[in-house]
């Protein structure tokens, strides 16, 4: 088997398709964990890794789809490790691409262990809400790796726009808050995950009132991040930058603008499931879209040395 894998050769186009498989894996998969959630089949298997103390689901809806999340989780699993093996025999082979794809088996694993602590403290908001967390973490290697092998050519894009690139970046962790805050909502909300019947604990640190708050709040934030990506946008369009850059900034500025009407009317129909599956669906993308805007920007160049020595070299050079 050693040999076998010694033998195989990877090509910067293999490598590029397989990373850009593990990325779309690793998005469906918090896709799948939010219809766990939303279809209160968090607790349809009550052990982990087991089912009722079994290897297989008992024909039961809620144990179905939530066994059914883990056995995806697995696929996700293994389409992981198959990235990290080819990255490990690319050719030609990148330090940089090989340390990002250990990242992403190593986030499964990590993924599988809290969610077996979810399982088994009954769907705590605390632990819930640091289980699609650290899908967010997991998609920024993830996104990370297939960007830097689609730029094969000039892995090391650089921004000459300081202004532009850290705009850009200030947006990444202005939207990670907002996420937290959404799954602060999630938290006090009526979608515990847990079947019904079942006493699942909800944040209530303002009482009755948690839940209207956390909306409130989250929406404000969410208000405030969109206005601070249209400002972006139109900065980025009076100053010319790469088409790559804008594109990804249209395509948040859009998501966000859709974003914005499902949460609303979301709120105004009282949370009904298939809303807020497409409200977690649509945050996941714009998750997506930052890191993707954030990536375009590229990295800052260094600033032009004005050390004494260089300052020397550059007067001997205009001297001839």
């Avoid at 769907?123 to 920024?140: C, D, K």
């Avoid at 972006?232 to 859709?258: F, N």
Wanted: aromatic share 8%; glycine share 8%.
């Amino acid at each position: 088997m050693r040999a076998r894998l010694a033998s195989i050769e990877v090509t910067p186009r293999q490598f590029e398709l397989t990373a850009l498989a593990a990325l779309v894996a690793l998005t469906l998969i918090v896709l799948t964990g939010a219809a766990v959630r939303l279809t209160d089949s968090g607790l349809g298997c009550p052990d982990w890794p087991r089912c009722y103390g079994h290897l297989y689901p008992p024909l039961q809806t809620h144990s179905l789809i939530e066994f059914g999340n883990r056995a995806v989780g697995a696929l996700v699993g293994v389409v992981t490790v198959v990235v990290f093996l080819f990255a490990w025999r690319r050719r030609p082979f990148r330090r940089d691409l090989f340390r990002l794809s250990l990242a992403l088996p190593l986030g499964v694993v990590a993924q599988a262990v809290l969610g077996g602590y979810t399982v088994e403290e009954k769907l705590a908001p605390g632990f819930v809400m640091a289980h699609f967390a650290l899908s967010m973490v997991i998609l920024i290697a993830a996104l990370a790796l297939y960007w830097r092998a689609r730029q094969a050519a000039n892995p090391e894009h650089r921004g000459s726009d300081r202004l532009a690139v850290w705009a850009v970046r200030a947006l990444a962790p202005f939207a990670a808050v907002v996420l937290v805050a959404g799954t602060v909502s999630t938290a006090a909300g009526p979608h515990s995950g847990g079947n019904v019947g079942q006493t699942i604990k909800r944040l209530t640190f303002d009482g009755s009132n948690t839940l209207n708050l956390a909306v409130h709040v989250h929406g404000a934030l969410a208000f405030a991040f969109g206005c601070a990506a249209v400002l972006v946008w139109v900065m980025l369009e009076r100053r010319q930058a790469d088409r790559p850059l804008r594109l990804a900034m249209t395509s948040l500025c859009v998501l966000l603008a859709v974003q914005g009407v499902v949460g609303a009317v979301q709120f105004d129909t009282h949370l009904p499931t298939e809303l807020v599956w497409v409200h977690v669906t649509l945050a996941t993308l714009t998750w997506l879209s930052v890191l993707w805007a954030v990536a375009a920007a590229g990295r800052l160049e260094p600033r032009a040395a004005t050390g004494p020595a260089q300052i020397r070299a550059s007067v001997a050079a205009r001297n001839g």
